[in-house]
């Protein structure tokens, strides 16, 4: 079983899982998918190397589960990080805290092609993804020992994807992770002093200044934040006052759809195919309906290489001007 | 010149430099040194390769400044990710923050042969090392500019080290980075509960636990710590508290070159010549003599990646028990 330890000085959860063979992960120099593509467990009629299914979408309304015949399929992940099944059991060990790594760990097949690019794809597949994640977070609230669903994606060698195959992931888990905290907490004494949501004022801002602001229509907007970590960083954001990511409604859904086929279309043309990460920062299960924190959507080329220096500090040095990174998007096609 | 920006939200300060080519960067895929050596700015014979010398030791005491001779050397960075002349100009841009890039960036040449390995090291190596990084520490504590001055060490490939000769760096810099205030902050509310420094605290539980420590002497200690974030990390911690890196005695640079050169010879043989990173986390040099904050050395041995988890969360999952990597460590040589 997997176990939560906190650190007693900043209070940052970890993860311990001693059951991921650590032998093999330290041998393992490869950086390169298996070559043989008939075994990706994602792929149509390989159904079978998954664990039965949670969730999918077909255009086949007599499709057996854990056939082909999908066009998206949640399922759990093989190797979870975090297990269903148990209590928190939290506890001290002298002036340690602990608890048991309790939690869902799933992955999202985002299409049924294993050579998809994202700029091969259309509206509809995005529609797809935001809309099972939603269904997701949905079904996950109903229990009561989680506290936080982040819903994240890797792709590339250069972002650790394990699989070749185009997939997001979902982990939900008895806390709320220290990143979300911070921003929440910083949100919060903004909104003290000022009496209005941080994300908004961003908002207005950029859009009064222009500089950073990828693109736009009529409820998102997606832009390089003024203090972008990395190299092309970029965020989407609801236009008016959100909260919760799953709160989306269907015109909000096709909006959101349609901004990120155009942003990950205009980074794959511009970075050329780049790994990256994608992360929805969200408010944690409990906290509903905030009026200083607002959902977005982080966006993260993985280019440069992260260093001692960054974990040492939380400082980051990025080579390129998020303004200059927004325009060349803006002009790509 | 580069400048540092402020995140509105959580406050974190980050480093703009677009002066670092980033079209090379973006299309160096190489993961590998250069192949010839006789073009290591490191290397004794190529000073004038180098800017001018900061600081040298040498057993010659007729040695010319910049020629060979030398066995430890401190150099400017000849690409400095923050630059020594100008003010900081502390300006606003709308809801934003942002500053000058000033501050120091240095690098010490830890020895003569390129192709040393930290098992081959001896503890008088070690003592320079550290005795020229509290003589440069002293120096920058003079410039009222500086808030932090932050020493660490990338080495080999997967920590994304530049050069593979062995060499350590250090940045002063205008801010405290904002990992190190997070232990400062957690650090005094915990003082303020307890009347107790946490690292202190965390010593004393350690010494009576045992299972975690991987080496002791008369003064330091070093341990996995029970939160790890990644296999193998390993602390070293000065037993009696002390706040501040430049305030060891000649007694504490002995002993820490004693159990320094141990540690360093254990995560190589253990591990196999891992790629690793070095950070000293003191205190903020306008904070002296904090009965709460302790400072200490974290030791990050590269094996795995991180991913858009992590970076996402500041959560971390971590393959090995750190009762186990201490077991390791403290039956190796």
Redesign the interface.
């Known amino acids: 079983m ?1 176990e939560f ?14 059951s ?3 032998k093999k ?2 041998h393992s120099q490869e ?1 390169e998918y298996p070559k043989d593509k008939s075994k990706c467990p994602f792929c149509p009629g390989n159904e079978s190397m998954t664990r039965p299914e949670i969730l999918a979408y077909s255009d086949n309304p007599h499709r057996h589960p854990n056939s082909a015949g999908w066009t998206l399929r949640v399922i759990p992940n093989n190797k979870p ?1 975090l297990e269903i099944e148990g209590t928190l059991k939290r506890r001290g ?4 805290d602990k608890m048991d790594g309790v939690g869902a760990h799933e992955i999202i097949i985002e299409t049924t092609n294993h050579y998809q690019t994202i700029a091969d794809r259309n509206e509809k597949q995005y529609e797809n993804i935001i809309t099972s994640i939603i269904e997701r977070m949905k079904d996950l609230r109903r229990d009561s020992r989680l506290e936080y669903i ?1 819903s ?3 792709y590339g060698i250069s ?3 394990v699989f070749e195959h185009h997939h997001s ?1 979902l ?1 939900a ?1 008895p ?1 709320v ?4 905290r ?2 929440i ?3 919060e004494n ?1 909104y003290k002093y000022r009496e209005r949501c ?2 908004c ?2 908002i207005a ?1 950029e859009m ?2 222009e500089a950073r602001i990828v693109q736009e229509n009529e409820d998102f907007i997606a832009l390089c ?5 990395y ?1 092309f960083e970029t965020w989407i954001l609801p236009k008016n006052h959100q909260t919760d990511f799953d709160s989306l409604s269907y015109k909000d859904i096709k909006n959101l759809s349609k901004i990120s086929r155009s942003i990950f279309a205009k980074l794959y043309n511009v ?1 050329d195919d780049p790994s990256y ?3 929805i ?1 969200t408010s944690p299960l409990k906290e509903k309906n905030m009026p200083y924190y607002h959902w977005h959507i ?1 966006i ?1 080329p993985k ?7 960054e ?12 303004e ?1 990174a927004a325009k060349y998007l803006r002009e790509s096609e």
Do not use: C
């Open positions: 997997p330890r906190r650190d007693p000085v900043i209070g940052r959860w970890i993860i311990i899982d001693p991921r063979n650590f992960i330290m950086d990080l060990e002298g002036m340690y982040l994240f994606k890797n972002a650790n994807a992931q982990i888990m806390i992770p220290k990143r979300v911070e921003e907490t910083g949100a903004y941080v994300f004022d961003i801002q009064s200044a934040p003024y203090a972008s970590r190299p970075l990460s994608v992360l920062h982080e993260i280019l440069t290489k992260t260093s001692g220096f974990w040492g500090t939380g400082l980051y040095a990025n080579p390129v001007l998020p200059e």
